[in-house]
């Protein structure tokens, strides 16, 4: 049996098609196909932009083909974060995801030792994520790594109109 060669590196601008597709591929996973509409133009700007800093950062994991090539197999997407209880940075993991047929391989885990190994270097206190309540399959991986399930704290979120209506101007009808 042949050992397939794999990596993990940081993005680059001409892998951002490729993180789409990836994030298009989790929507459908997680059950959202339609709302998936990030565009290259965004990530370009989030990933890569042409002044300052990213506000967004990605790591790919990638096969080696039998042709030599590198394949994209999977990615971790990824801001810093700030705890004001510790006065210190961290990152929070947007999404992680691994091509269904690449699974096995170890690259999730690469993936999160890689961005772990980020917050050691840097002197980061915390890789956070979140997981939905029915993916049993990640939970149960997360678990394997010891990571601690926050069952305490409830996630909210605004957006759409409810967004609109609390940051619009005074008197906007929505």
């Known amino acids: 049996m042949t050992t397939l060669q794999t990596r993990i590196r940081p993005a680059q601008i001409a892998d951002v098609e490729a993180l789409l597709d990836l994030v298009r591929q989790l929507a459908v996973y997680e059950k959202e196909p339609d709302a998936a509409t990030a565009t290259p133009g965004q990530f370009e700007a989030a990933l890569f932009p042409a002044e300052g800093a990213p506000t967004a950062y990605a790591h790919v994991a990638e096969v080696r083909t039998g042709d030599g090539d590198w394949e994209t197999a999977g990615m971790a997407l990824w801001f810093l974060s700030f705890s004001t209880w510790?006065?210190?940075?961290?990152?929070?993991?947007?999404?992680?995801?691994?091509?269904?047929?690449?699974?096995?391989?170890?690259?999730?885990?690469?993936?999160?030792?890689?961005?772990?190994?980020?917050c050691v270097e840097r002197g980061y206190t915390r890789l956070e994520w979140s997981v939905l309540d029915w993916n049993e399959p990640?939970?149960?991986?997360?678990?394997?790594?010891?990571?601690?399930f926050m069952d305490e704290w409830t996630r909210f979120r605004l957006d759409g109109s409810a967004l609109t209506r609390l940051g619009g101007p005074k008197g906007v009808a929505v």
Do not use: K, N, W
């Open 86 to 118: 510790t006065g210190c940075t961290g990152i929070y993991l947007e999404d992680l995801f691994v091509r269904p047929e690449r699974r096995g391989l170890g690259l999730g885990q690469a993936l999160l030792r890689t961005l772990a190994q980020i």
């Open 138 to 148: 990640a939970i149960g991986f997360y678990r394997s790594l010891d990571a601690e």
